[in-house]
């Protein structure tokens, strides 16, 4: 299934994305978001037959799980991104946090702030936690899995370099993206197969397979399960290859006006136009 949150007619809900439309699952199961019927997919699944309630041009979508508790992105975790950057490989993985408004849905414009020039791409792959656990084992890390998407880790380079810590240049107000569906793993299959491409103005600038990762979903869920219970709606950035625009000769960055689509197989393209903070309302 490919599941969306979204504001449509009826205001904000949760569905099923069909190629007939979309089916309003958050108003036909009377719940008030996505994240709280992960657990069990099966209403889910028992209405994915059902007509479409409305077009998907009717409706704006939000990211997946928009309102997220925990957002966790781990850095420097694509083996030709560490190399590229000069860093030594991490013996764990490394961790920061994103918060609900530094990200939009698909379609959404991302904001460059006025502060800096330095907005980068960071095409990634997003996997949302289905089942709570503590300290999973890694070999059963997958059965907590609820779905896969795309994520932007939209970066303000020199602030993310203000200090060892990679937050201030991670969390600007809508600097991110994360859509345009939540694909469940059934639909998705095995994950290390999968493509990435990221485009600015439709030139490819980061593609790799997803059996690039220096620790890979399974691993990083089961450390993070170590800290703490992973809860559904629990969102994981799992890292960007290489290519990112700082790292280049001379450095790229994105800049109003442009458009950047993060593309990965099964799970749709991830398209995002810039705009300067200022000119936003």
Request: glycine share 10%; aromatic share 8%.
């Amino acid at each position: 299934m490919k599941l969306i949150s979204f504001a449509g007619p009826q205001g904000v809900s949760f569905g099923i994305l069909t190629d007939a439309g979309v089916i309003d699952a958050g108003v036909r199961l009377r719940a008030p978001e996505l994240a709280g019927v992960l657990d069990d997919l099966g209403p889910l699944r028992r209405l994915a037959g059902k007509a479409a309630d409305f077009a998907l041009s009717d409706v704006t979508l939000l990211p997946p799980i928009p309102d997220s508790r925990r957002i966790i992105c781990v850095g420097l975790n694509f083996k030709a991104h560490i190399a590229e950057t000069n860093n030594a490989t991490p013996a764990y993985p490394i961790l920061f946090p994103r918060y609900p408004d530094s990200l939009v849905g698909s379609g959404a414009p991302l904001l460059r702030p006025t502060v800096s020039e330095r907005f980068d791409f960071e095409g990634e792959l997003a996997v949302v936690i289905g089942r709570p656990g503590r300290a999973i084992p890694a070999e059963r890390a997958l059965d907590h899995v609820a779905g896969h998407a795309c994520f932007n880790d939209g970066s303000i380079r020199d602030w993310q370099r203000h200090t060892s810590q990679f937050l201030p240049g991670k969390c600007f107000a809508r600097s991110g993206s994360f859509g345009p569906y939540l694909a469940t793993p059934d639909y998705v299959g095995e994950v290390g197969a999968l493509t990435l491409t990221t485009r600015l103005n439709g030139l490819t600038v980061q593609q790799t397979r997803l059996d690039d990762l220096l620790f890979d979903v399974a691993a990083i869920i089961a450390y993070l399960s170590q800290i703490w219970e992973v809860r559904p709606g629990d969102v994981i950035a799992t890292g960007t290859p290489g290519g990112v625009g700082a790292m280049r000769k001379p450095p790229l960055w994105m800049k109003p006006g442009d458009l950047v689509e993060v593309e990965i197989d099964r799970l749709g393209v991830l398209s995002n136009p810039i705009s300067a903070q200022e000119s936003a309302s």
